[in-house]
C-alpha cells in the first residue's frame, strides 16, 4: 500500500514539473515574442478597448433604440413586456446584436492575432493593415459553413472582455430574473453546469481554430478537425496550461492594479488631511472614472494573454528550432512596458482628480451630485407610514410626520364630481367594502365611507382624505411624492394636481409620478419646473434619455448596478419600490440608489446612518493616521493653558470678549 500511495506522489509530482516546464517554455515564448514591439502590441490592444467603448457599444444601443422605436416601442416597461415576444423586429435585433457582438469580439482576437504574426515575422506595424487584413479573413465567418464560429466568439467574450460585458448587461433587468429562474430547480442548475463544460471544452478544443481560420485561410469545419486533431492527444496538459496561464495573467494584472489603487487611495487620503470635501469628491471621482479604468486594463490583460496563448501553440511546431532572445534581450523591453502602462494609469488619475476638481469649484447642482454618487439617500413612507395606520389616510400621514419622515409617497385619483383625492386602488372595495369605483362617486359619499376598519378596529371613522387636506397637513414639514393615477374617466386630474400644489405653493417640496409617461407630460407642460418621476416596473431601451422623467421609479426587483449608473450618468436619479426587508435594503443602498420606498421605515434608517459611516471609512482611516502620527501643536497647547488661567483670574473679562 506505502509503495502504491509513493508510486501515485511520484506520478503527481512528475505532472507537475511537466507542466511547470511547459508553463515556462510558453511564458518565455510568449515573452520573446513581444519583447521587440510590446508597447505596439500594448497601445493596438488598448486602443480597440477604447474604440468598442466609445463607438461599437453605443452603435449597438443606437441599434436597439431605433428597432423599439419603430417596432414601435419605444421602450419596455410592466405595460409592453410582453409585446417582446410579438415583435418580430425585436427577436430579429436581438439575434443582430448577438451576432454583431460576437463578430466585434472574434474581430479583436482577429487583430491582435495579424498584430504577433507580423511581430513574429518582422514585417512592418501599420495599423491600417493590420485592420484590413484582419477583417478581410473574418469576414468569411458570414458564409454557411463557418457560421458555427461566431457561437466560438461569443464564448470568447466572458474571457476577453468580461467587464465590458458585465457592465452593459447588468443595464437590463432581466438578468437577475433569470438567475432566479434558473436556481429555482435543480434541472435547470444542471443544464447549466453541462452548458458551462461544452463552452470550456469548445474554447479548449478549438484553441488553434481562429488561426488556422485567419491565417491559412481554412474553412471552419477543417479548421476545427485539424485543432481536434493536434490537441485531443493531450487534452488534459492543455487544459492545465491553459487554466495556468489564463490565470496567473488574472491574478498578475490584478496585483498590479490593485496596488495601484491602493497607491491613489494613499494620495486621496493624504489630500484628505488637507480637505475632508476634497477627499470625499476624489474617492467618488475614482468610483467613476479609475476602477473603470483598471476594469479596462484588466479586460487588455486578459485579451492579451488569450491572443499569445493561442499563437504561441499554433507557431509552436513552426518555431522548434527558432533562436529565442535571451533574457537580457527581453528585460528591457518589459521594463518599457510597464512604464507605459504606469503611464496611462497617471493619466486616468489625473483624469480622476479634474472630475473631482469640477466638483469642488462648480456649484453642487442634483445633477451634479448624481453622476459623482454623492446624493444622500431618502427614506419615502409608502402612502404614510402605511405598517402603522390605513394607508393614505390623515392617520397614516400624521404618523408619519410625527416620526420625522423626510418625505411621504401618495396616490392621487379624482371622483365624478372633480375632486382629487388620495387613494390607491380605482376600485373602493379593498380599503372601504364599496363596490364602486372612485370615478364613479362624488366626494359627499366617498367622504363617508370607512377607510380605515379594515386595517385596525382603533382607526374605524378614518376618510378618504382630498389632496388638498394633505397638501395642508404636510406644508413645511415634510416632502410629497404625488403619483397621479389617471382614467379616461378623469382627464383633467393632472390640472387639478397641479393647480393645488401651485396653490399650496409645494412646486418645490415634492415630485409628481407616474406610471403613464403622457400624464408626465401634461405636468411638465403646465410647469416645466415640477420635478418629474416615471414609474416602471422594469425598463429596457432607451427611457433613461425620456425629456419629461426628471428621475424614475423602479420596482426594487430589477434594479441593477448597470442600470443606476447609466441612471446617475445622465444626472438622474433612482427611487426603489417598494422595500419591506432588511437585506433588499442592504442590497439596494450598495447600488447606491437614492430613495427607498418602504412602508417599515423603521428597517432603513438605522443602515442609512451604518452606510453614512461607511462612506466615511476613508475619513475614519485619516482620522486614525492622524492620532497616531500627529504630534500636540505646542503652540496651541499654550494658548488653551493661557485661556484657562485668563478665565480663572477674570472670568466676566473672558465672558465680554467671547
Known amino acids: 500500500m506505502k509503495k502504491e500511495v509513493e508510486a501515485i506522489l511520484k506520478r503527481f509530482s512528475a505532472k507537475l514539473r511537466q507542466q511547470e516546464q511547459a508553463y515556462r517554455s510558453l511564458h518565455d515564448a510568449a515573452r520573446s515574442l513581444l519583447s521587440p514591439k510590446g508597447r505596439v502590441f500594448l497601445f493596438f490592444l488598448l486602443f480597440y478597448k477604447v474604440l468598442t467603448n466609445l463607438l461599437f457599444v453605443p452603435a449597438l444601443q443606437l441599434i436597439w433604440a431605433l428597432t423599439l422605436r419603430f417596432a414601435p416601442i419605444r421602450y419596455l416597461n410592466n405595460k409592453t413586456a410582453s409585446r417582446i415576444f410579438a415583435s418580430p423586429a425585436i427577436i430579429g435585433c436581438i439575434a443582430v446584436l448577438a451576432v454583431l457582438a460576437a463578430f466585434w469580439n472574434l474581430y479583436e482576437v482577429a487583430t491582435m492575432l495579424h498584430l504577433l504574426t507580423r511581430i513574429r515575422h518582422g514585417e512592418p506595424l501599420r495599423?491600417?493593415?493590420?485592420?484590413?487584413?484582419?477583417?478581410?479573413?473574418?469576414?468569411?465567418?458570414?458564409?454557411?459553413?463557418?457560421?458555427?464560429?461566431l457561437l466560438y466568439g461569443a464564448a470568447l467574450i466572458p474571457l476577453t472582455n468580461f467587464f465590458l460585458a458585465a457592465n452593459h448587461l447588468t443595464q437590463f433587468a432581466v438578468p437577475e430574473y433569470l438567475w432566479g429562474l434558473l436556481k429555482a430547480r435543480s434541472s435547470n442548475r444542471f443544464l447549466f453546469a453541462l452548458a458551462v463544460l461544452f463552452v470550456l471544452a469548445l474554447l479548449l478544443d478549438g484553441l488553434v481554430v481562429l488561426p488556422k481560420f485567419l491565417l491559412e485561410r481554412k474553412s471552419f469545419g477543417c479548421a476545427f478537425a485539424e485543432s481536434l486533431h493536434i490537441l485531443r492527444s493531450r487534452t488534459g496538459q492543455l487544459l492545465g496550461l491553459a487554466l495556468h496561464w489564463m490565470l496567473t495573467a488574472a491574478v498578475r494584472t490584478g496585483l498590479m492594479l490593485l496596488c495601484g489603487a491602493a497607491l491613489f487611495y494613499c494620495v486621496i487620503l493624504g489630500v484628505g488631511f488637507a480637505s475632508t470635501a476634497a477627499l470625499l469628491a476624489l474617492s467618488r471621482a475614482?468610483?467613476?472614472?479609475?476602477?473603470?479604468?483598471?476594469?479596462?486594463?484588466?479586460?487588455?490583460?486578459?485579451?492579451?494573454?488569450?491572443s499569445t496563448l493561442t499563437e504561441v501553440l499554433y507557431e509552436a511546431p513552426r518555431q522548434s528550432d527558432a533562436a529565442q532572445p535571451t533574457i537580457s534581450d527581453v528585460l528591457p523591453a518589459l521594463h518599457r512596458e510597464q512604464t507605459v502602462l504606469a503611464g496611462m494609469m497617471a493619466c486616468a488619475a489625473l483624469v480622476t482628480c479634474g472630475v473631482a476638481a469640477v466638483y469642488l469649484l462648480f456649484p453642487q447642482t442634483q445633477p451634479l451630485q448624481s453622476v459623482l454618487g454623492l446624493a444622500d439617500p431618502v427614506i419615502t413612507y409608502h402612502r404614510g407610514y402605511s405598517s402603522r395606520a390605513p394607508e393614505n389616510t390623515m392617520a397614516a400621514f400624521e404618523t408619519a410626520l410625527e416620526h420625522g419622515s423626510p418625505r411621504i409617497e401618495l396616490d392621487v385619483q379624482m371622483t365624478a364630481d372633480g375632486v382629487a383625492v388620495v387613494t390607491h386602488d380605482t376600485s373602493l372595495r379593498r380599503c372601504t367594502g364599496c363596490n364602486a369605483n372612485i370615478y364613479d362617486l362624488p366626494y359627499v359619499q366617498v367622504q363617508q365611507l370607512d377607510a380605515g376598519r379594515w386595517f385596525h378596529r382603533q382607526f374605524t371613522g378614518s376618510y378618504i382624505p382630498t389632496l388638498e387636506e394633505v397638501l395642508a397637513l404636510c406644508k413645511g414639514k415634510a416632502e410629497l411624492?404625488?403619483?397621479?393615477?389617471?382614467?379616461?374617466?378623469?382627464?383633467?386630474?393632472?390640472?387639478?394636481?397641479?393647480?393645488?400644489?401651485?396653490?399650496?405653493?409645494?412646486?418645490?417640496?415634492?415630485?409628481?409620478?407616474?406610471?403613464?409617461?403622457?400624464?408626465?407630460?401634461?405636468?411638465?407642460?403646465?410647469?416645466?419646473?415640477?420635478?418629474?418621476?416615471?414609474?416602471?416596473?422594469?425598463?429596457?431601451?432607451?427611457?433613461?434619455?425620456?425629456?419629461?422623467?426628471?428621475?424614475?421609479?423602479?420596482?426594487?426587483?430589477?434594479?441593477?448596478a448597470g442600470m443606476v449608473q447609466q441612471i446617475h450618468l445622465r444626472g438622474k436619479t433612482i427611487s426603489a419600490w417598494t422595500i419591506n426587508r432588511q437585506q433588499d435594503a442592504e442590497k439596494l443602498l450598495q447600488l447606491g440608489v437614492d430613495d427607498l420606498i418602504t412602508d417599515k421605515p423603521e428597517i432603513i434608517a438605522p443602515l442609512l446612518a451604518r452606510d453614512k459611516a461607511l462612506d466615511n471609512r476613508l475619513l475614519w482611516l485619516r482620522d486614525q493616521i492622524q492620532e497616531l502620527f500627529a504630534a500636540p501643536d505646542a503652540e496651541e497647547t499654550m494658548e488653551v493653558e493661557e485661556t484657562i488661567e485668563d478665565a480663572i483670574e477674570d472670568p466676566e473679562e473672558v465672558l465680554d470678549e467671547a
Open 127 to 149: 495599423a491600417w493593415a493590420v485592420f484590413r487584413d484582419a477583417f478581410c479573413s473574418l469576414v468569411r465567418v458570414f458564409l454557411p459553413q463557418n457560421l458555427p464560429l
Open 286 to 306: 475614482a468610483l467613476l472614472i479609475e476602477l473603470p479604468f483598471l476594469c479596462l486594463l484588466m479586460d487588455c490583460a486578459m485579451t492579451a494573454a488569450q
Open 481 to 560: 411624492n404625488i403619483e397621479i393615477k389617471p382614467s379616461t374617466f378623469t382627464p383633467t386630474l393632472e390640472a387639478e394636481t397641479v393647480r393645488l400644489i401651485h396653490a399650496y405653493d409645494y412646486g418645490s417640496d415634492c415630485v409628481v409620478t407616474s406610471q403613464s409617461y403622457e400624464t408626465l407630460c401634461k405636468v411638465k407642460e403646465l410647469d416645466p419646473d415640477i420635478t418629474t418621476g416615471y414609474i416602471l416596473a422594469l425598463g429596457v431601451g432607451t427611457y433613461y434619455d425620456l425629456p419629461a422623467a426628471d428621475f424614475f421609479s423602479v420596482e426594487s426587483t430589477f434594479i441593477t
